[in-house]
């Protein structure tokens, strides 16, 4: 099983009542919640790991999960509030008003001990529950927990209207990298934590401190990875007519962890000795299927039935 550790909330996506008017829909989302969607609907036993209220919004994210098939049973359910974002789409980025005071994803902590080690493959951890000290600090715990047998996967997803001291929260981001087997950003992210170093650089100074794979997302351009044993490997991104980008990021994660776990590479040695070829074709896969969540709105990450047979 992989699981997903981290925030679970209800988006409000733009939209356009019949008559013309702005309008705000409601969606489930959290980046770390639509990355287990996105695992799951690719076939790979999925669970989700962080706050989940018990409130209407709450109740949604739930019937959410299940629908995809993830398994929240290791999920803390409580009557604190559920964590609410508000989109606004600008040019090909999406910007988002959170509103996460004292809410189930806030209040959840870890206990040790709580995850059993035997058949978790891969944990995946990021986005929002990493900007506040309490949530890092959990996340930490549930790293300390179980590195020794589940390779880690981070994707910082960063937020910065959430943060209130960037370098703070740098030198975090710096830890959690020190912790990743893989490390994946956008290259607006990689902006934000390293401003113009060149990403080879970044990529080999986290490659020496132990990181095995390091990709950047570059939106149309496709992305980049670079790994200790195959050097630089880039992929395209597939031409599609894009509804919006909410998601995409996180489709991209998605469909990278399922595609190492589908070849047999997601064990941290296993993915340490990972070959050029699976690597390129677990990258094309990926940026596949985030330019397919692109053609639909909000985050919907696709399902392996409806990926055409060359995605694969």
């Not at 589940?150 to 703070?168: E, F, G, H, Y």
């Amino acid at each position: 099983m992989l699981l997903s550790c981290g925030d679970a909330l209800i988006d409000f996506l733009p939209s356009t009542t019949a008559d013309g008017r702005e309008a705000l829909t409601p969606a489930v989302g959290g980046s770390c919640l639509n990355i287990s969607i996105g695992t799951a609907r690719l076939d790979v036993p999925t669970g989700f790991v962080g706050g989940i209220s018990t409130d209407t919004f709450g109740t949604m994210i739930a019937d959410h999960a299940a629908n995809s098939a993830v398994d929240i049973g290791f999920a803390t359910r409580s009557d604190h509030q559920a964590t609410l974002a508000f989109a606004r789409v600008t040019g090909t980025e999406t910007q988002y008003a959170f509103y996460d005071a004292d809410t189930a994803s806030r209040n959840w902590t870890y206990q040790r001990g709580a995850i059993p080690r035997a058949g978790i493959e891969c944990v995946h951890v990021g986005s929002t529950t990493l900007v506040n000290e309490k949530g890092a600090a959990e996340t930490l715990a549930l790293i300390a927990d179980i590195r020794q047998s589940a390779t880690i996967s981070l994707d910082p997803n960063c937020r910065p209207n959430l943060v209130k001291d960037k370098d703070v929260y740098r030198a975090r981001m710096a830890t959690f990298c020190r912790q990743a087997d893989i490390v994946k950003m956008s290259d607006v992210d990689f902006a934000y934590l390293f401003g113009d170093e060149p990403y080879a650089t970044r990529a080999e100074t986290l490659l020496s401190e132990g990181t095995s794979l390091v990709v950047i997302t570059r939106g149309n351009l496709g992305a980049c990875a670079w790994h200790h044993q195959t050097g630089l490997i880039e992929a395209e991104a597939p031409a599609v007519k894009v509804v919006d980008t909410i998601g995409a990021g996180d489709s991209f994660q998605a469909a990278l962890l399922a595609a190492l776990y589908r070849l047999g590479r997601i064990e941290r040695q296993r993915l340490r000795d990972v070959s050029a070829a699976d690597l390129k074709r677990a990258l094309s896969f990926a940026c596949k299927c985030a330019a397919f969540t692109c053609t639909r709105a909000g985050a919907d990450p696709p399902r392996s039935r409806e990926l055409p047979a060359d995605y694969w």
